[in-house]
């Protein structure tokens, strides 16, 4: 698996269990629900963090926006992407 798909998953995971974990805080708040979402969430953001971080020829920018909670990986993505279509490949030089 790439780091790419490893932070696309990370990314969806993080922001999945934050949104389930506020609506959980805003409607019934089941303490077991958080007890749950809340280390998942925790676990999804480091994943998140550290694959952005060992991720090679990532920008700074990337690493730096890995670090914003619920959508950081989102903006790392974002980033990654557009410094992957801005580098032209190895066959192309």
Known sequence: MTNLTVLKLAAAAEAITVTLLFANLLTVHWPAASSALGPTHGTAYL???VTALTATNAPAKAKWLSFVPA?????ALRVLRSHASAVPAASER
């Not at 959508?71 to 903006?75: E, M, R």
């Open 47 to 49: 994943v998140t963090v």
């Open 71 to 75: 959508v950081g990986g989102y903006l």
